[in-house]
């Protein structure tokens, strides 16, 4: 039991460059979050899916998107890379609003 | 803007002693309240959720809640090397989906052995 799973778990981008986090669960979890974490700044909301065939902004959306393929799969693009998205992402997965999130292990991004 | 606040720490403690997280949260509105731990490196664990006002034990870690004060804090007894590590509150808005569960920037914990 995988649990969720992100992939790659480092990446190193140049300025401009263009990937995709991947990220999967086999919780069965309806919900689906993309987290950023920075020194300082704590964990902050980027994208979310609520369900399958729907997604949302978060708090720092500006220079990414999702994609919500099934109820699986969770998907984090970065168009351009910036070295302002820099940071340890982190995908979760949940369900109704009193249950706790259930972290993947991470993906370390840095953009020179 | 909702905002939820920690003391950034370094809170350092002795091992055996007790160990006092504390977190405050600006919306009067939230109704459930998180504590994540992170262990450097490493993804955030659920160790302890609480919806009420009062206290919930579990083991060596007790939550306490009260929305009047708009204060949840985690308290960690026998403190334990192993307990070094960021404590980080989550708190939830009523009627929201997890959307918009919010994290404070966590306090750091050391327990010296």
């Known amino acids: 039991n995988a649990g969720v799973t992100q992939t790659p778990k480092f990446q190193v981008l140049k300025t401009g460059q263009s990937m995709t986090l991947q990220c999967a669960q086999d919780?069965?979890?309806?919900?689906m979050y993309w987290y950023r974490q920075d020194p300082g700044m704590g964990l902050r909301l980027i994208y979310y899916?609520?369900?399958?065939?729907?997604?949302d902004k978060g708090e720092v959306p500006n220079g990414y998107n999702v994609s919500r393929l099934n109820k699986r799969e969770f998907s984090l693009r970065l168009e351009s890379a910036a070295p302002s998205q820099t940071s340890v992402y982190f995908c979760?997965?949940?369900?109704?609003?009193?249950?706790?999130?259930?972290f993947g292990n991470g993906t370390r991004l840095t953009v020179t | 803007q909702k905002e939820v606040e920690q003391n950034s720490g370094p809170l350092s403690v002795p091992e055996g002693a007790i160990a006092s997280l504390n977190c405050t949260y600006s919306?009067?509105?939230?109704?459930?309240f998180f504590w994540y731990r992170q262990y450097s490196g490493k993804s955030p664990e659920l160790i302890m959720s609480?919806?009420?006002?009062g206290d919930k034990e579990d083991g060596r870690f007790t939550a306490q809640l009260n929305k009047a004060s708009q204060y949840v804090s985690l308290l960690i007894r026998d403190s334990q090397p192993s307990d070094s590590a960021t404590y980080l509150c989550?708190?939830?808005?009523?009627?929201?989906?997890?959307?918009?569960?919010?994290f404070g920037k966590g306090t750091k914990l050391s327990v010296k052995p």
């Open positions: 979760a997965g949940g369900d109704a609003y009193n249950s706790p999130l259930h």
């Open positions: 919780m069965n979890h309806n919900s």
């Open positions: 899916s609520a369900s399958e065939g729907t997604t």
């Open positions: 919306d009067r509105g939230s109704q459930s």
């Open positions: 609480i919806y009420s006002n």
């Open positions: 989550a708190v939830l808005n009523y009627g929201g989906s997890q959307g918009n569960l919010i």
